[in-house]
């Protein structure tokens, strides 16, 4: 298994439809997070979950709506979206989400298309 | 104003040559860190090279060297003898202490490497 794995890799989604996207990591870590990864724009900071815990929302409407089970796992559900939320959504993790030199983890991202 | 720039939207290399990529930063926290990810074409961030703001040495990982200069704020990748699989976007990236809570890295818009043979 590798660190982190995305499901699925691409989704194409009409406005109106629900879908969610779901991360897995095998690192043993306890920090989680959703990027957003626009064209021509740096990576936007979506959520971050810390021991399950939600830390940080970085003002993201509502129609995402993230949840963490467990330490292992993290989805973002989505609900009613624009066509501009068409991006590269990556997750990533880390071991605890305080230090400095606290690298993360990605994923492949999934490929989100709305039309 | 943006906190990390990457003023080089492109960049070419021949094979077997270095290239160094540029990265500043903005901070006015005394405590943080500067990381390298590189980004290929299947989409995933992979970890290069990090530099925390105390070290008094450059960061060296394999063929990445991270060229650190403080006074400057100033963070350049360089990447020893390219290979063609080094052709990929590759971001800085800056995560500052903020007191008990730091999770946010943020990073640059990122530079496209091409390495030809």
């Known amino acids: 298994e590798t660190g982190v794995t995305q499901t699925p890799r691409h989704l194409v989604m009409g406005m109106t439809n629900k879908k969610s996207l779901k991360c897995e990591q095998h690192?043993?870590?306890?920090?989680m997070y959703w990027y957003k990864q626009s064209a021509k724009k740096p990576l936007e900071l979506m959520f971050v979950?810390?021991?399950?815990?939600?830390?940080e929302n970085n003002s993201v409407p509502s129609r995402f709506s993230p949840e963490c089970p467990n330490s292992s796992h993290l989805f973002l559900h989505l609900h009613t979206l624009q066509p501009e939320d068409s991006a590269l959504y990556l997750c990533?993790?880390?071991?605890?989400?305080?230090?400095?030199?606290?690298?993360?983890?990605f994923g492949s991202g999934t490929q989100l298309s709305v039309l | 104003a943006q906190k990390i720039t990457q003023t080089q939207p492109g960049m070419f290399v021949q094979e077997k040559e270095a290239v160094t990529l540029d990265c500043t930063y903005d901070?006015?926290?005394?405590?943080?860190?500067l990381f390298w990810y590189k980004q290929p074409s299947s989409g995933e961030m992979i970890f290069l090279i990090y530099?925390?703001?105390?070290?008094?040495q450059n960061a060296t990982e394999g063929r990445y060297s991270l060229n650190f200069q403080k006074a400057r704020k100033s963070a350049n990748l360089v990447i020893s003898a390219s290979q063609l699989g080094d052709s990929a976007m590759y971001f800085c990236?800056?995560?500052?202490?903020?007191?008990?809570?730091?999770?946010?890295?943020?990073f640059g818009k990122g530079t496209l490497l091409t390495v030809n043979p």
């Open positions: 979950y810390s021991l399950e815990e939600r830390v």
């Open positions: 990236a800056m995560r500052e202490s903020r007191g008990g809570s730091n999770y946010k890295l943020t």
């Open positions: 901070t006015s926290d005394p405590s943080y860190g």
């Open positions: 530099q925390g703001s105390y070290d008094q």
């Open positions: 990533a993790s880390s071991q605890d989400g305080r230090g400095d030199n606290e690298k993360l983890f």
């Open positions: 690192l043993g870590h306890n920090a």
